[in-house]
């Protein structure tokens, strides 16, 4: 898997077109929680398609985009990096930040312990 970077604000606007799907310049501004011209989405979205992370496509005067990433890949990517970065490599490290760290309920919790349980199952248990 490729890494896949974004800055905050590429970040503000894939979360618009994984939302959205393909959109124009105008609609993504729209979208944005921020005020921005729409020469800086526009660059933007030109930064976005240089790094390969969006498409365009012509639809009359106005171009459409979507992306080319996931953003299932992109959090994975993203993980990835935290983990290396911040837990040491350790899957582990950040799977006890995030239950003793959080303030989960019973649910989130019994759904996690599912996950593990079922995950286990799937590698036939090598590792009981």
Do not use: C
Request: aromatic residues 4%; proline residues 1%.
């Amino acid at each position: 898997m490729r890494d896949v970077r974004f800055t905050e604000r590429e970040l503000d606007i894939m979360e618009v077109l994984w939302a959205r799907g393909p959109s124009t310049v105008a609609e993504v501004r729209d979208a944005l929680h921020d005020d921005l011209a729409y020469n800086t989405v526009l660059t933007m979205l030109g930064v976005l398609e240089q790094k390969g992370y969006v498409t365009k496509e012509r639809e009359g005067r106005k171009h459409r985009y979507a992306a080319a990433v996931e953003r299932r890949a992109a959090g994975r990517s993203a993980l990835q990096r935290v983990t290396r970065r911040l837990f040491g490599g350790s899957r582990e490290a950040v799977l006890l930040h995030l239950v003793e760290g959080a303030e989960l309920s019973d649910d989130e919790l019994r759904r996690m312990r599912d996950l593990l349980e079922e995950r286990l199952e799937r590698r036939g248990g090598e590792d009981r």
